[in-house]
């Protein structure tokens, strides 16, 4: 189980995301005062601190939100989940994945321009909110695994 480390908004598509304390995310819409929000398979883009890290070895003064990231996490492995899979946040919020990466833009962001290299197309991971919620700093963020009924043959 890991936790989450900032969230992440931003009111116009093509900007940088800002920190604010706490986001609330509306089922199937996303994330309230958020460009992204709306009725499509990307409401919400979730990177980990992780990865943003290591980004920061080569740009050190990288923050949150400009990978254009809703929500970054700390202590759980996102590299292993895949499309249809659920993160659960806190005990209120439920999403599914339905995009891992996204093509850079044509000539590259900003960040692969200065190194080469840009995370978000083939790390970032891109939601639906099953449930909704709010979010802040510090809450539990886990795999979540659904129960299917066991098929029986007679």
């Not at 400009?66 to 899979?85: C, H, K, P, Q, S």
């Not at 946040?89 to 692969?112: F, M, P, Y």
Request: aromatic share 4%; net charge neutral; glycine share 12%.
């Amino acid at each position: 189980m890991g936790f989450v480390e900032a969230v992440c908004i931003s009111t116009k598509k093509g900007t940088v995301k800002k920190v604010v304390n706490q986001i609330v995310l509306r089922k199937e819409w996303g994330i309230e005062g958020d460009a992204h929000a709306g009725d499509w398979h990307r409401q919400i883009s979730i990177l980990s601190g992780e990865s943003i890290d290591r980004m920061r070895n080569k740009i050190a003064e990288l923050d949150h939100g400009m990978f254009a990231e809703n929500i970054v996490t700390r202590g759980i492995d996102l590299t292993g989940l895949i499309v249809g899979d659920s993160l659960r946040v806190g005990d209120d919020v439920l999403l599914e994945i339905t995009q891992i990466g996204k093509e850079c833009h044509n000539s590259g962001c900003a960040i692969k321009v200065a190194t080469g290299e840009c995370i978000m197309p083939k790390e970032g991971l891109f939601c639906r909110v099953v449930q909704g919620g709010t979010i802040v700093p510090g809450i539990a963020v886990s795999k979540y695994l659904t129960l299917q009924s066991p098929t029986c043959s007679f």
